[in-house]
């Protein structure tokens, strides 16, 4: 029994550290040094871009996102700017079309995915291009995402999106610039394992209509991928947005978002490598797969080493080791240190995975949800 019990201990505790520490290392020093498919802004010649903002009760940042993608460094004559509307019941439609966007659509209420998926069948461009309506871009954003695809062959790209929040206990930036130094290093050794919706471009024949109660952050790299091409991270094409001020925010809007992800975790195919080579399918394994069964493996972790500590100084002290991260995440809710705090977000967040998988398998995902679409709180 006590065999088996510290089986499960290292097998659990050592995936986690694997996926968390060794995993980013392992790509670090299997990268190459340098962009093979860095170019200058000079070197494309600019085709028409079709930008796609879809909206839900935007109206306090529309007209603000309207004239942000008009001031980017990109030819107006080559710009079509298409705002979709998703049944919003407030003013966003015609504060969009005030600001001067090209097309604005009033759908009815389906939900983000149903919105794009509407605008896309009315874009013009040679190259699609999405945005959050609370995202603004750096004027050379877009022509950094064009560059990468017209003049490397890849099909998709994403884009480096900073969240800021200077005043909240929300450690979501921090977690992001780490992810975002992955993702770099993975786009460079092969493709990214996910995008994000805050600022990302495909070719048209690469974009994948989705079901509504789903997700491109996830599902649009890993198909192209799985198509045989190639999804890629761009870091000079520069975001930013707003996060959610609080930590205990982040846990809510993490866990509406894993609704969204676990349909594709659990019946597309993500994890399948016939198609898609063992590179990616480690990498998906290392980085995605890990990382939604941290809940799992902590949980493990903790009830083994619980039941071997009266055994064993060292599992007593690894025992502590745990309590101690749940302890912190507690004391930061009264206490906000900067350590205490991301103890806190750590702890959370992988709660909200499993509270996620939990919603999901409970109710299923609703796409037009307020909790999935509305803004999160204070991200306005």
């Excluded at 600022?199 to 974009?207: K, L, Q, S, T």
């Excluded at 998906?284 to 493990?300: E, G, I």
Aim: one cysteine or more; charged letters at 20%; hydrophobic letters at 50%.
């Amino acid at each position: 029994m006590r065999t088996a019990l510290e089986i499960l201990f290292w097998l659990s505790a050592g995936l986690l550290v694997y996926s968390q520490f060794i995993y980013p290392l392992l790509v670090a020093l299997l990268a190459p040094r340098s962009r093979d498919d860095a170019v200058t802004l000079a070197d494309v010649e600019l085709p028409t871009v079709s930008l796609i903002v879809a909206a839900y009760k935007e109206e306090s940042v529309i007209a603000a996102k309207v004239a942000n993608s008009f001031a980017l460094d990109y030819p107006r004559e080559k710009l079509q700017l298409i705002v979709a509307c998703d049944g919003s019941p407030d003013a966003t439609a015609q504060l969009a079309r005030d600001a001067g966007a090209d097309l604005v659509l009033e759908l009815p209420h389906g939900g983000k995915m149903a919105a794009q998926n509407a605008a896309v069948d009315a874009a013009t461009g040679d190259v699609l291009a999405f945005s959050d309506a609370n995202t603004m871009w750096q004027p050379e954003a877009l022509r950094r995402l064009v560059a990468a695809i017209a003049a490397t062959g890849t099909d998709y790209v994403c884009g480096n999106v900073s969240f800021v929040n200077d005043t909240g206990t929300n450690q979501e930036g921090l977690y992001w610039r780490y992810e975002m130094w992955l993702r770099e290093r993975e786009s460079r050794l092969r493709s990214v394992t996910a995008g994000n919706g805050a600022i990302y471009a495909v070719r048209p024949d690469a974009y994948a209509a989705i079901a509504p109660t789903t997700g491109h952050d996830l599902t649009l790299p890993f198909s192209v991928v799985k198509r045989g091409g190639r999804a890629s991270y761009e870091p000079f094409a520069r975001a930013s947005e707003t996060m959610v001020p609080s930590v205990e925010g982040e846990f809510k809007r993490k866990r509406r978002m894993m609704t969204f992800a676990w349909p594709i975790i659990l019946h597309g195919g993500m994890l399948n490598p016939r198609r898609y080579g063992l590179t990616f399918a480690w990498m998906m394994f290392s980085h995605r797969a890990l990382r939604y069964l941290a809940p799992l493996l902590h949980l493990v972790a903790l009830v083994t080493s619980a039941a071997l500590a009266f055994e064993s100084t060292t599992y007593a002290v690894l025992l502590g080791m745990q309590l101690a991260l749940i302890a912190a995440a507690l004391v930061a809710r009264f206490v906000p240190l900067p350590p205490l705090l991301i103890a806190r977000y750590y702890v959370l967040t992988t709660t909200a995975v499993a509270l996620g998988l939990f919603d999901y398998l409970r109710q299923g995902t609703e796409a037009t949800l307020e909790a999935g679409w509305a803004p999160p709180e204070g991200t306005r």
